[in-house]
DNA sequence: CGCGCCGTTGAGCATTGTCAAATGCGGTGG
DNA sequence: CCACCGCATTTGACAATGCTCAACGGCGCG
């Protein structure tokens, strides 16, 4: 009953794993909030500030982060439009987030958030989805980290942003508003292997820069560089790949 | 609900950052279903199962796993008596599970638990806390994949680990009925960088084998070891057990 | 008692990190 | 419109952490 029918649309509904995001029924839950505008690089909350509110993005680019005591910063994750940040339910944000690039997002307060979840059974199967999603991403992401060589990273991080847009998908335009710093904490490498594995999928053709932060992609190429898949049982690569939300966090 | 001191004090500990898990509220839902056991090496279910069912460990130890195309496995995490396995209501298992030793469990049909959960408002909040907890300790992995080293891995899997056992914590000795290679597919490391590194803790007297599978161990010179811990404001690094009960009233 | 599995140890090597310097994109001001 | 400047990015040389391949050790079980 809470996996219901909205939940398996969220994956079946849309052809091309593009963006299972933006349940009506959740999004609307943010309908009436006034839109707020985050510029590049300016911070949407901290780290272990109070969880006050609950943020949908409309449109835009978030990344979310972990600062570490030495300095250092992990990204767990990029959210785009459809997105919500902070729903995890603790009393504090666990991470930081900021804007990428120019980002829209729409604010709820948590309190009122969750009393809609409570009183509101129909909200609560695309939410239950959408922390599902969450989870599974954060799985594969694991995944990547324990398992993947730098190239493969690169590649699969290139082949899950493209999915997220439609243009990138479908016409191999490739733009990347998040910087070589951010890729790199991302993926959990150095910006100077992030940037020596770009340079070596471009000398060979797997993609062809068109500015700092566009690339015009070969995606079957990038596919087949991205390695391993999580296996077993043939339709259940497919199943994962097409349900988990890669990039999805908060 | 009594059932639940039980559990509390049967093995695995009690006040400590043992559970936040183990709810009550949560327990007694799988209250009155029959116990099943799990032999060590048993799997519980296999990664794209049908997810069926979910299940408590009253008691024991499992492996969540995924298996990659190349034969590869991550382990996605240790679950111990007071867990839940399969909350992620997906509509099959994004991962195998496995007994690492001998593991008592309650099984639940989703469905069922589903049902529950949405007409038992009482249970939601703690089902939540769940969610997040497990969301922050996939975050917490993602963070020592991506930037600690073997040593740093190994001596923050030891303090997590004696966290979850009371006589661990307090008497300093510390049970580890996994292999290593399950350690080494946990932390993302070769077994012999595993080996190498106990037996580097141990020449350095951080930990003293006694058996193959015990050890005891030096917890503040681990916790040393074990490096960066998130960092920012206050003392955020306890997230796991504290955020979690605000929701128990809730 | 011996076999097999799990774990340990060793040597060499590869990938990736570190440190340092050069390059060039993009924005700004003349 | 062009020149310049700052900063992100790239490239290079070198070091090191952890992986690979290989052999050995020892505990447990039949």
Chains 1, 2 share one sequence.
């Not at 780290?47 to 609950?54: C, F, L, R, T």
């Not at 307060?109 to 809609?116: D, E, G, I, L």
Request: aromatic residues 10%.
């Amino acid at each position: 009953m809470f996996r219901t029918e909205v939940a398996y649309q969220s994956r079946s509904g849309t052809v091309i794993p593009l963006a299972p995001h933006l349940q009506p029924s959740l999004a609307c839950v943010f309908e009436r909030q006034p839109i707020e505008i985050f510029e590049p690089g300016q911070p949407i909350f901290w780290q272990s500030d109070p969880a006050k509110h609950v943020f949908e993005i409309v449109e835009g680019l978030v990344r979310v982060f972990k600062i570490l005591s030495d300095g250092r910063r992990v990204i767990t994750g990029f959210l785009y439009a459809g997105d919500l940040i902070g729903i995890s339910l603790m009393d504090r944000y666990l991470y930081g987030s900021e804007a990428v690039a120019k980002t829209r997002v729409r604010r709820f307060s948590r309190q009122s958030f969750q009393q809609k979840m409570d009183q509101s059974p129909e909200f609560r199967p695309s939410l239950f989805a959408r922390l599902s999603d969450e989870m599974a991403a954060a799985q594969e992401q694991m995944v990547l980290l324990a398992t993947k060589t730098a190239e493969e990273r690169v590649c699969t991080f290139l082949v899950l942003t493209a999915r997220r847009d439609r243009e990138a998908f479908v016409m191999s335009r490739l733009d990347l508003p998040m910087t070589r710093q951010d890729i790199a904490d991302y993926l959990g490498l150095t910006i100077e292997t992030v940037s020596r594995t770009f340079s070596s999928l471009a000398s060979r053709g797997a993609i062809t820069p068109e500015g700092r932060h566009q690339y015009r992609i070969k995606i079957e190429k990038l596919m087949t560089l991205a390695g391993e898949v999580a296996a077993f049982h043939d339709g259940s690569d497919m199943h994962d790949g097409v349900n988990a939300r890669q990039f999805a966090s908060a």
